[in-house]
């Protein structure tokens, strides 16, 4: 009886932990900077965080040695440029696979394979259809391997989506849903693989932060909650609605029970003048709370899949200074480049609220009130600031005009004060019309203004 008793559980738990998908939150390491630390020191950093998981976005190979013979479990990511050329020959997909994973596994514990990174987002729409062709072919070569405990995959964003409101009205775009996305559902249905979606609540929060309440978008709100008229579901936070309109959307392409895998979360800790609610506070809010919510046992799930494990990764890492568009991009790091934590947090789950310090009072969850101008940044270089500065003056008809000889902005004669003009005038003429104040990283936002003398700085006001 005792034996047999414990012969049940021993099969219990060996079933269970062969079958059962953790709950362990992980964190994207990506490496957009110029100014981070290496792949040993990093494989450090990544396990005081206390992530079981760590996603890059390509297959470094310096990265994944860093991490052999350590439990953290690594997701590897063929680059979108070459999905093309893979999806046409399985030779060229059995020799990435000889050359990126092979050499790797299983001292470094490689578990999903990504086959492009939100293609349908940012790559050209030739791409698209060969997303799942190349995934078979990639996933062909892991079994030649005998590589069956990697998963097959490729991440996608919420853009995917038609309509994601109310979350029962949850659908594919109709461009892509029979090409592209059924196929897509049906190697992952068949193959138990997962969907890898990334959500980032802070994006509608910010496309319309009237309507939708900032607590609501950061999992702190006590008061408010959200119920699908259709499906009658109750929703505490933006992060569950936005997950469920992609379980909807699946279901109407007939793949109901394809398992989710957060590949990308996460909430910027600063960002330019013009953003609002990038700040230390909300960033630290959103993470924790994302963190014991995903971390939770028994399992949460969302509201459309209660009690689901929702496996996950947070965005990122590191601060990455190289990331382009507007500052919020380069701010979504846990860490600043020299390793410190921008604020306290344990991936883990485990550790207690109060073992972190206080937080500063967020002070840009309102739009900011007053007026901003684009100026060049200290220290850019001189050649490329001088294309920046005619291409700024070359968008609008009278942008530059100030700066010509006799004018009042003319002096002081200098290549810095000439583009800061330039940026200022571009910035305030086109911002509405998507223009920018970056210049590939040259400009940077200001809020004292620039003028001098005659000289008036055109400014942008919110
Ligand atoms: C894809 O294959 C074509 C034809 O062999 C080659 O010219 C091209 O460089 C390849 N592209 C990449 C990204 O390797
Ligand atoms: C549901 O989505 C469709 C587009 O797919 C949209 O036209 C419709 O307004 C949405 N329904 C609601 C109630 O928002
Ligand atoms: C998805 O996979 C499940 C389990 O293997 C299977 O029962 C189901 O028929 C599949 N769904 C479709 C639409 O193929
Ligand atoms: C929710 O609570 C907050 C503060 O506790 C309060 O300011 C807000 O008005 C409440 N909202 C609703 C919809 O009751
Ligand atoms: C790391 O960088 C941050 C941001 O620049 C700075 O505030 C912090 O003091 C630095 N920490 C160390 C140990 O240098
Ligand atoms: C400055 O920019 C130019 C053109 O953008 C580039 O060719 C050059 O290498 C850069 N110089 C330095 C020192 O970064
Ligand atoms: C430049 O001026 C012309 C004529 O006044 C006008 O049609 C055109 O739209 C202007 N272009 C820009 C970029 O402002």
Not at 58 to 65: C, M, V
Not at 84 to 98: H, R, T
Not at 201 to 221: G, H, M, Q, R, T
Not at 258 to 269: C, K, L, M, S, Y
């Amino acid at each position: 009886m005792g034996l047999l008793l414990s012969l049940y559980f021993l099969f219990f738990f060996l079933s269970v932990s062969s079958g059962e998908i953790s709950n362990f939150v992980g964190v994207n390491y990506g490496l957009l900077g110029n100014n981070l630390p290496s792949p040993k020191q990093s494989v450090k950093l990544v396990q005081s965080l206390g992530a079981k998981r760590v996603k890059i976005y390509d297959a470094n190979p310096d990265i994944l040695n860093a991490f052999k013979d350590t439990n953290i479990q690594v997701s590897v990511m063929v680059p979108n440029e070459l999905i093309i050329n893979i999806s046409n020959s399985q030779k060229l997909a059995d020799s990435w696979i000889e050359s990126n994973v092979v050499p790797f596994y299983s001292k470094t514990k490689i578990r999903h394979l990504l086959v492009g990174n939100e293609v349908i987002s940012s790559s050209p729409k030739e791409i698209w259809p060969r997303i799942v062709p190349a995934i078979r072919k990639i996933r062909s070569s892991l079994r030649t391997h005998n590589l069956n405990k990697i998963k097959v995959s490729t991440s996608m964003a919420m853009d995917m989506l038609e309509s994601s409101f109310p979350p029962s009205n949850g659908t594919f775009r109709s461009d892509i849903a029979d090409p592209i996305v059924k196929p897509l559902l049906q190697f992952l249905n068949r193959t138990k693989s997962f969907y890898f979606l990334d959500v980032y609540p802070y994006f509608p929060w910010v496309a319309d932060p009237k309507s939708i309440n900032l607590d609501y978008a950061l999992f702190e709100s006590r008061n408010i909650t959200y119920t699908d008229p259709v499906s009658s579901l109750t929703y505490t936070n933006l992060f569950d609605q936005m997950v469920d309109s992609v379980v909807f959307a699946m279901k109407i392409l007939g793949y109901p029970d394809v398992r989710i895998f957060i590949a990308e979360t996460g909430w910027p800790n600063a960002g330019d003048i013009d953003q609002i609610g990038a700040n230390i506070y909300n960033a630290a809010t959103y993470n924790r709370n994302v963190v014991k919510k995903l971390t939770a046992k028994p399992a949460i799930g969302t509201p459309a899949r209660p009690g689901w494990v929702v496996p996950s990764f947070i965005f990122a890492l590191y601060n990455e200074n190289q990331k382009p568009g507007p500052g919020t991009e380069r701010h979504f790091g846990l860490l600043y480049p020299n390793g410190s934590y921008v604020y306290g947090i344990d991936l883990s789950g485990k550790a207690p609220a109060s073992d972190f310090e206080p937080l500063p009072k967020p002070d840009n969850n309102e739009p900011y009130k007053g007026k901003i101008w684009c100026m060049a940044a200290g220290g850019a270089n001189a050649t490329a600031l001088s294309s920046a500065l005619s291409y700024a003056c070359s968008q609008g008809n009278k942008t530059c005009d100030p700066i010509q000889p006799g004018k009042p902005c003319f002096k002081p004669d200098s290549l810095f004060w000439h583009a800061s003009y330039a940026f200022s005038s571009y910035w305030s003429q086109f911002r509405k019309a998507g223009g920018s104040c970056y210049f590939n990283g040259l400009a940077t936002q200001t809020a004292k203004d620039p003028s001098f003398g005659h000289c008036k700085f055109p400014s942008v006001t919110l």
